[in-house]
């Protein structure tokens, strides 16, 4: 049974979607006004694997990830860099598609930009007019929070009368708003101004939180299964979707709430902002595989925090490295005919291990064990060289099936990557040091045909390519 914690009810629940087998996610996508961090790209990562595992679970899924692409970052540094928005954000949407598919993170089926859905937004805004949940004050529309006696649903925050929660988040400068805590759906601004739109309550830009009620209702219904992102949205930008959402239609927005939580650097926040961020390319160019990222960014729960260092970095490039020197070893093995209980029962130990964990609230890191338990037994039965031809297929399968969700194996390779290669000279190291000469000559060969020379020097052994 598969169960998510849910933030809007602060529960494990188990996961049913709204009509039979169909799930509708929606998640949270990025400013493109640079490129996103590694921070940014855990949010992403989470979200990829949430759409692999509800299709693994044989949901017939519609994923859904908005692009901003109009915000006053976004203005500000177009106008400074003198092109238009378009124009400007265009070379972040490229770099954001490229680094999404080199950290193995699938297309979502539909990435609407919020520029091409302004009718979406207006016409929401125009509802929440006439039906008394926003007003217009110096030529800006706000949302009437006293209108939405359910606002802080999310959030659980609780706000008295005029004062703006205990959060310092809110707006309380904007004193043409009925009450501080009511926030901005349309901004007035200067005719003059390229970056505004027509309107019927005049010319103007939409707010942030708008754009992601008008994408996620367009694509996905009003009323839908799953919303994430990450735990900095939850508030305001999520509670003020629900809001506008909810204002509208007067139905339920979304069923299931899921954060994700912070990648940390240093145990702060990673953001641009700090000045303490790591984009993808500043670490692949450090020598880094987008593969080793992707295991770091998974390695903990999506409900935990995630302290990043290099050194977990080195730690899980080589992990990876001894993954595909695993599946490339039973790939690669003689074997005899047939099968044998005990790798049988190994195999369907980790599948149930893996969907167990799965299961309960995307556990990533103790799937991750389940696969480590399969590769450590399986590897025991390599040195014995007693795999069987049969199980060398239930393996394999197994590995396509975790790897259809985690997508830590990588492609398989003519060309042995670095990290295999070493981790298949301290494969051989360990043989050796056990006496165990045929498997160290076994791992030799292999190394050979794949055009790798050993020597062997007093300061350990060093490697090269033919
Ligand atoms: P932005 O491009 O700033 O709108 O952020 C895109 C996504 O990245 C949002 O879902 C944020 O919650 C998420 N995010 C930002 N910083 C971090 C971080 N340090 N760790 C995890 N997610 C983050
Ligand atoms: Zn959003």
Redesign the pocket.
């Known amino acids: 049974m598969l169960r998510f914690h849910n933030t809007l009810s602060n529960k494990l629940e188990e996961f049913r979607p709204l009509r039979d087998n169909e799930v509708k996610a929606y998640?949270?996508?990025?400013?493109?006004?640079n490129f996103?961090?590694i921070?940014?790209f855990?949010?992403?990562t989470f979200g990829d694997i949430l759409a692999r595992y509800l299709r693994f679970k044989g949901y017939d899924l519609t994923y859904v990830m908005n692009l901003?692409d109009v915000d006053d970052r976004i203005i500000n540094e177009s106008h400074k860099a003198g092109k238009s928005i378009d124009e400007f954000v265009q070379p972040y949407i490229i770099a954001f598609w490229e680094d999404m598919a080199a950290l193995g993170n699938n297309r979502p089926d539909i990435a609407p930009r919020a520029t091409e859905h302004i009718k979406e937004m207006i016409d929401i805004i125009s509802t929440l007019l006439a039906n008394g949940k926003a007003y217009e004050s110096d030529g800006s529309i706000y949302f009437r929070i006293s209108a939405f006696p359910e606002y802080g649903k999310l959030s659980k925050i609780s706000f008295s009368g005029n004062e703006a929660g205990g959060s310092g988040r809110v707006d309380t400068d904007k004193y043409e708003k009925e009450d501080a805590r009511d926030f901005a759906v349309w901004k007035l601004v200067d005719r003059s101004d390229p970056a505004g739109w027509e309107a019927p309550f005049g010319y103007g830009r939409p707010g942030w939180h708008i754009e992601c009620s008008a994408m996620s209702m367009k694509y996905l219904g009003e009323t839908f299964d799953i919303h994430a992102?990450?735990?900095?949205?939850q508030f305001p930008h999520h509670e003020n979707e629900i809001a506008q959402s909810e204002g509208a239609t007067g139905k339920l927005f979304a069923k299931y709430w899921l954060h994700?939580?912070?990648?940390?650097i240093d145990n702060e926040?990673?953001?641009?902002s700090l000045g303490n961020?790591y984009t993808l390319r500043d670490i692949i160019s450090r020598g880094f595989s987008p593969l080793a990222i992707r295991y770091l960014l998974i390695s903990v729960p999506y409900g935990k925090q995630l302290n990043f260092t290099f050194e977990g970095l080195k730690g899980a490039e080589s992990t990876v490295g001894r993954l595909q020197q695993f599946r490339r070893l039973v790939r690669e093995a003689k074997t005899e005919p047939g099968s044998d209980t005990e790798v049988a029962q190994l195999v369907a130990k980790a599948l149930a291990e893996f969907e167990a964990a799965m299961d309960d609230d995307l556990n990533t890191s103790v799937a991750l064990a389940a696969i480590h338990n399969l590769v450590r037994e399986t590897n025991s039965v390599l040195a014995k060289d007693a795999l069987r031809a049969d199980d060398r297929e239930s393996v394999l399968d197994a590995v396509a099936r975790f790897d259809s969700v985690l997508g830590i194996f990588g492609k398989e390779q003519a060309e042995l990557l670095d990290a295999e290669v070493e981790a298949l000279i301290d494969e051989r190291q360990e043989a050796r040091r056990n006496r165990n000469f045929a498997r160290s000559d076994e791992i030799r060969d292999l190394l050979a045909q794949r055009g790798i020379v050993l020597e062997d020097t007093k300061d350990g052994v060093r490697w090269k390519r033919k």
Do not use: Y
């Open positions: 998640i949270c996508g990025p400013t493109v006004w996103a961090h921070g940014n855990r949010t992403f901003t992102g990450g735990v900095d949205l994700g939580e912070f990648l940390k926040k990673m953001a641009k961020d």
